[in-house]
């Protein structure tokens, strides 16, 4: 079955980190582009980052030099690890490979 499954979501404090992980099932994980997006209430999902199966990596604005996108082929898993999370980072995060879309992990950063 090909599916995206993401964990690793939670409530944290402005400052703190978390890593949200996405194992991959169905397919040939390191032939493909890997994504993850977030999702604001009443807002369009938005890109987050991504990495190439050559690990080019390409960040939104708004996260570059506080998340690290990474991946473990062998494992078939992707990484974000999220580092001073603020209050906007609260929202839902996705795990993307081009049409397939994983659940969705609520991350919630407040004091």
């Known amino acids: 079955q090909v599916q995206l499954v993401e964990s690793g979501g939670g409530l944290v404090q402005p400052g703190e980190s978390l890593k949200l992980s996405c194992v991959a099932s169905?397919?040939?994980?390191?032939?493909?582009?890997m994504a993850w997006y977030r999702q604001f209430p009443g807002k369009q999902r938005e890109l987050v980052a991504r990495?190439?199966?050559?690990?080019?990596?390409t960040y939104a604005d708004s996260v570059v030099g506080r998340f690290f996108v990474y991946r473990h082929d062998a494992a078939s898993t992707v990484y974000l690890q999220m580092n001073d999370l603020k209050p906007e980072d609260t929202a839902v995060y996705y795990c993307?490979?081009?049409?397939?879309w994983g659940q969705g992990t609520q991350v919630t950063v407040s004091s």
């Open positions: 169905g397919f040939i994980f390191k032939l493909w582009e």
């Open positions: 990495i190439s199966p050559h690990e080019t990596r």
């Open positions: 993307n490979r081009e049409d397939l």
